[in-house]
């Protein structure tokens, strides 16, 4: 076991640790910041708008906290110093609806207040005061709010700046942390790509091209969100949530132990959402990467599809993973309804509630009356507290996505693979030996049954047979594609399993019936960009298999565009390009694999006046369907089901009247039929 994909998406992520470390403290730094908002708005209102109804007490000297009323220098009773008083007369200035009176003595803060004429009346309890006092108008009143304009800008100066150094620890967070995301994604698509070039044949049988190319590319894209995305925001608004609370308890321990229900009711909702959420996204991941290879089989077959008018059956064909996809996507989307933003405004609408229904019955008790700045700091952070749990709901659909692609990616990765050794071995002098061979693709279905051959070097080796005797199978063993699971296959006296795959294939070069070529030009298609094979190396083996006649009619010659699959050049072009391919390297062993199967006559002979010239100093194993091509051949195989049937050159196995002599009768009949 290599551990949960949780764990094994956090190594990943431990890679670029630096980055997302520094982000992460310009994250705490930001949050911090902009969560000092309620405490200064707290402050602003309590202290200086609301803190002007209080005691003041005359000083001596004017300055700029002071205020001038009826020929006295008044100062609020909470700032004055020793220094500063005078003959220490305390008045008192209360606000009774949007009226402010002054009262020549000191009166209770507290209490339910009601006021006839200039007459006060306070009760607090059982106890009622009453006192005569003078309403100021608006211009008497303003003096006593003149202090307090300078400490509030100050402390508005303060906010914009904060929220200016906030902004910019952002930007760097938000940088970093996405920088990181995509240098992590490029890291693991960067490792599943090569991952997939160590992986044995075997494993692509069974496996639709585009179910891997949707895991390179689909999945790795719904783990980027996750990096990218995701996991910001939830770090982000879990950080946020983090600062919230310790401002509540600073504020009221009480209140702020009240809202820590919001944890464990998010860990429900991650719980119930990891659990249907997976089901569904693992079908809706699956059937992505099944839609991705019917696209794939579809465009590569549209000519037969066109030809056989088979279009509305593959619309069919398509419409039903296409059903299935949006069936999965409408359940994760009811999902997703169920536990996201509706549901969090209804808790928080509850819990302002719980709020109200906490500081209301509190108010019964006149002495523990809620100061208006903290009453706007508490409702502040509690609707800020919903915003990052909101934010946490919404990811869920991103998470779980990102959780099951995961899952899928590391999948691939756990296939067993092959360490790619390309240390240089000596070039081949060409003997090969199968001694005793069995292979099979599937269990118990074996296609070749103690095969047992030898060839020499130099020599040409040519294997005939019907369809499923085995030739192709051989030359997939010789390339080390597959491993035998019986016998021993040696080169040079050399067991292949000896060396790694690459280090086999090394000095062999192989034609294939159905040849591919990349995106490129028709030079780089012959070098495949090794450095080890130049331009002139390329272009010389262009020449020697025939090839320069057509393409030095091209606009472009040697450089001529090859788009995808070479689909633009005819089928004999593109096997001669890929034999110059082979060529190019310079084999010890060349294996053409039926490679003149499909190619017309006039083509044919012009490479099998190259391959005279090929043939020496290199061992050539042919497979061929037409026997008029392998007349010239130093031995010749000819398998049925898996074993040989006979063995020998053309005049030998002719002289023999056998199998060879009727394969070749018929098709020298066939032939003749043909021509008449």
């Known amino acids: 076991m290599k551990g949960s994909t949780e764990k094994r998406l956090l190594k990943y992520a431990l890679l670029y640790k630096k980055g997302i470390t520094i982000g992460l403290v310009c994250l705490i730094i930001a949050v911090a910041l902009e969560l000092a908002g309620p405490l200064i708005a707290k402050r602003v209102i309590d202290e200086h708008i609301l803190g002007v109804e209080g005691y003041w007490m005359e000083v001596s000297d004017q300055g700029t906290e002071t205020v001038e009323y009826n020929n006295q220098f008044l100062k609020r009773a909470d700032r004055v110093e020793d220094s500063d008083l005078s003959s220490g007369e305390t008045i008192t200035l209360l606000q009774v609806g ?335 030996e199968f001694d005793q061979v069995t292979f099979s693709y599937k269990e118990n279905e074996s296609v070749l049954h103690n095969l047992s051959f030898s060839i020499h070097s130099g020599q040409t080796v040519a294997f005939v047979g019907h369809t499923g005797s085995g030739k192709s199978s051989i030359m997939n063993l010789l390339f080390r594609f597959y491993d035998p699971q019986k016998g021993t296959i040696r080169i040079d006296g050399m067991n292949t399993k000896d060396l790694s795959r690459q280090q086999v294939r090394s000095h062999m070069g192989i034609v294939l019936q159905d040849p591919f070529l990349f995106t490129g030009t028709i030079v780089s298609n012959v070098t495949m960009n090794d450095p080890n094979v130049s331009r002139d190396d390329a272009i010389k083996a262009l020449q020697a298999v025939g090839a320069s006649s057509f393409i030095e009619r091209l606009p472009k010659g040697y450089d001529e565009p090859v788009n995808e699959s070479g689909t633009t050049y005819s089928l004999g072009e593109r096997q001669l390009i890929s034999f110059a391919r082979a060529l190019a390297f310079n084999p010890a062993i060349l294996i053409l694999d039926e490679a003149t199967a499909n190619i017309d006559t006039e083509t044919e002979q012009v490479i099998q006046r190259a391959l005279e010239v090929l043939k020496k100093g290199r061992t050539t194993l042919v497979i061929a369907h037409r026997l008029s091509t392998i007349q010239q051949a130093d031995q010749i195989i000819v398998l049925d089901h898996g074993t040989i049937k006979e063995q020998g050159n053309h005049d030998t196995l002719i002289k023999e009247k056998g199998y060879y002599y009727e394969m070749y009768q018929m098709q020298q009949g066939s032939i003749r039929a043909n021509v008449s």
Not at 127 to 154: D, H, N, Q, V
Not at 182 to 193: A, C, G, I, Y
Request: glycine share 4%; aromatic share 12%.
């Open 98 to 432: 949007l009226s402010y009176y002054v009262f020549d003595e000191e009166l209770p803060l507290t209490g339910k207040r009601s006021v006839d004429d200039n007459e006060i009346i306070i009760e607090s309890g059982e106890e009622k005061i009453t006192a005569i006092g003078e309403k100021l108008s608006a211009s008497e009143a303003y003096p006593f709010f003149e202090p307090e304009k300078r400490p509030i800008i100050m402390l508005l100066v303060l906010y914009m700046v904060l929220l200016v150094i906030a902004g910019v620890f952002q930007f760097f967070q938000t940088f970093l942390l996405q920088k990181s995301a995509n240098q992590v994604v490029k890291q693991m698509r960067t490792d599943l790509f090569q991952h997939t070039q160590r992986i044995p044949i075997r494993y692509y049988i069974d496996q639709p091209a585009g179910s891997v190319v949707a895991r390179i590319t689909n999945d790795t894209e719904a783990i980027r969100d996750l990096y990218e995305r995701v996991l910001s925001i939830v770090v982000t608004s879990l950080i946020y949530m983090g600062g919230i609370f310790v401002a509540l308890f600073i504020l009221d321990p009480t209140l702020a132990a009240m809202c820590l229900f919001i944890i464990p009711l998010l860990y429900i909702w991650m719980k119930v959402y990891k659990y249907y959420g997976t089901k569904y996204n693992k079908v809706v991941r699956k059937t992505i990467s099944e839609i991705n290879g019917n696209i794939s089989e579809a465009i590569q077959g549209m000519p037969i599809i066109q030809a056989f008018n088979r279009q509305k059956k593959t619309k069919e064909e398509f419409e039903v993973l296409n059903n299935r996809n949006y069936t999965y996507q409408k359940k994760l989307i009811k999902l997703s309804a169920l536990t996201s933003y509706n549901l969090v405004t209804v808790i928080k609408n509850l819990t302002l509630v719980g709020f109200i229904w906490y500081f209301g019955s509190a108010s019964f008790d006149i002495t523990s009356v809620i100061s208006i700045g903290m009453l706007y700091a508490f409702v502040d952070y509690i609707n800020r507290l919903f915003e990052p749990a909101s934010d946490i709901v919404n990811q869920l659909p991103l998470l779980e996505q990102a959780r099951v692609a995961g899952t899928r990616v590391f999948e691939l990765l756990d296939q067993d693979g092959e360490q790619v050794e390309v240390q240089p071995i000596p070039r081949y002098k060409g003997n090969i």
